[in-house]
């Protein structure tokens, strides 16, 4: 069912129309459905509508001021109302299909596997990353009575990563309950499916 879905849905991206089939699906029972595109518009349109939101927001916090060229990658920005939401995002650009949509992406994370290995050597890019979401560091002595548990930000939102933090500890004795988590602001946005935001 799910191969089946995965070809009408790129059937669409080019055609306004296309058939679902899948052979003996229940007690050899065919299914066929036709689809338009419009009916897979509306279905995925609340998704649509957080695909937006991210892309918006993370074009924000970005800080920048002038975008040179917007490069799809991923198969599935050859849909049409990708396409067009990224369109209202930039206006005033084109959107760039110059690489191959699908082994972009592998290439990209061969390239970054090589640059961190000590086993090859390959020119370095630069590759700065952004972090989107707020990690805590929870921690409590066992070892002392009525012990509180402590919570500060170890990796704030937009701080670049790969990055290490080091965290000292005043009591050195007996042991110690650490939880690394994301704060209660991005699980809850994480819940909702929605972005998480800089309060």
């Known amino acids: 069912m799910l191969d089946a879905i995965e070809k009408m849905r790129k059937l669409l991206s080019s055609n306004k129309e296309a058939d679902i089939n899948c052979d003996s699906l229940m007690e050899d029972e065919d299914f066929h459905k036709h689809f338009s595109r419009t009916d897979l518009e509306e279905l995925i349109a609340p998704f649509m509508e957080r695909f937006h939101t991210f892309v918006q927001e993370a074009y924000n916090l970005s800080g920048l001021k002038k975008v040179d060229v917007v ?3 991923g198969d599935s920005t050859r849909m049409p109302i990708i396409q067009e939401s990224l369109k ?12 191959n949509s699908i082994e972009t992406v592998a290439k990209g994370c061969a390239l970054q596997a090589a640059m961190l290995s000590p ?16 990690v805590q560091i929870q ?17 704030k939102v937009a701080s ?17 309950d650490l939880l690394l988590r994301y704060d209660d602001v991005t699980k809850s946005k994480i819940l909702e499916g929605l972005p998480a935001q800089i309060a």
């Open 71 to 73: 490069e799809l990658i």
């Open 88 to 99: 209202k995002i930039f206006p005033d650009m084109e959107l760039s299909r110059t690489l």
């Open 119 to 134: 086993n090859f050597r390959v020119q370095n890019f630069e590759v700065e990353e952004y972090n989107p979401l707020n």
């Open 160 to 176: 670049s990563f790969p990055s290490t933090k080091t965290v000292k500890f005043d009591n050195k004795l007996g042991g110690v």
């Open 139 to 155: 921690y409590k002595f066992s070892s002392q009575d009525n012990a509180q548990t402590k919570e500060s930000d170890i990796f």
